[in-house]
């Protein structure tokens, strides 16, 4: 079977249903669990394990035909009790999208998502929402982190999270939690813009706290990092038009990735 052939049965599976797929055991074959199969669209999907080792999936339904900017869209949680799935909806609403999510050090799950847009009736302009939700022992917490659209989200040594986003002026943004207020900055000089919502980026926090972010931008590859002097920026890949994967550090906090390059899977450390 050819390759575009597998890509689209799997488009064709995330269009009709949530699921998730596990090893049965270790060595053995995969199984794969419908998860929510009354779900339209099982887009903008993040998984997340909890200390008992119980899966939680965030996913994004909306009904059959509705555009990004419906209504009918809404953030679903689902959640494995051990012996079935749990569905909550926390948010519903135009543009809502771009989940991702980490259980903190107390185990309450924190949740990143997109809202909006909200078009300002004298200007024209739409600005979208970036909002987080933390799932407490009382409910759902949420509250507004600033304009943009969601991206990655990291907890630091006290569980306070960081967030790395786009901001609605197309500039690549970071937010961290003090653990009384945000503070926001913009990465870089601000000369880099993205004039679209694809710009993809991921966070992961050193040994010191210290932010790194992989993002795509302007057909380049960057990677920065936040020391006491600063951002600092580096281009990693030029003329690139594929896609990133997930960032990771290792022990010695040396940045990992992945990307595609010409069809094939590559891996890039520093």
């Given amino acids: ?38 779900a339209t669209l099982g887009g903008h999907l993040s998984i997340a394990v909890d200390s008992k080792d119980n899966l939680h999936i965030a996913y994004i339904v909306t009904e059959t035909g509705s555009s990004y900017t419906s209504s009918n869209r809404s ?25 991702a999510m980490v259980f903190d050090s107390n185990g309450n ?20 929402y970036l909002r987080i939700a933390v799932h ?41 939690w003090s653990g009384s207020n945000w503070t926001t900055q913009t990465v870089g000089s601000g000369s880099e813009r993205a004039f679209s919502i694809k710009m993809v980026q991921y966070l992961a926090l050193d040994s ?33 038009s594929g896609r990133i994967g997930n960032l990771v550090l290792d022990s010695n906090n040396i940045p990992h990735f992945t990307c595609a390059i010409n069809g094939s899977i590559m891996y890039t450390l520093a």
């Fill in 1 to 38: 079977m050819s390759r575009s052939v597998c890509c689209l049965l799997l488009m064709a599976i995330l269009i009709v249903a949530t699921f998730y797929v596990s090893p049965v055991c270790a060595g053995a074959f995969w199984d794969i669990h419908g998860v929510d199969t009354t």
């Fill in 75 to 99: 953030l679903a949680i689902a959640s494995w009790d051990g012996s079935s799935w749990n569905i909550q909806k926390i948010a519903k609403g135009a543009g809502v999208g771009y989940a």
């Fill in 109 to 128: 799950l924190c949740v990143t998502y997109t809202s909006g847009p909200i078009e300002d009736n004298d200007t024209g302009v739409i600005t979208y």
């Fill in 136 to 176: 407490t022992e009382s409910g759902w917490e949420i509250e507004t982190v600033g304009e943009g659209i969601s991206g990655s989200i990291a907890l630091d040594s006290l569980s306070n999270p960081h967030i790395a986003y786009m901001g609605t002026n197309g500039l690549l943004k970071y937010a961290s």
């Fill in 208 to 240: 010191e706290d210290c932010p790194h972010i992989v993002y795509n931008v302007d057909s380049s590859v960057n990677y920065a990092t936040h020391n006491s002097s600063g951002w600092e920026i580096q281009t990693v890949l030029s003329n690139y």
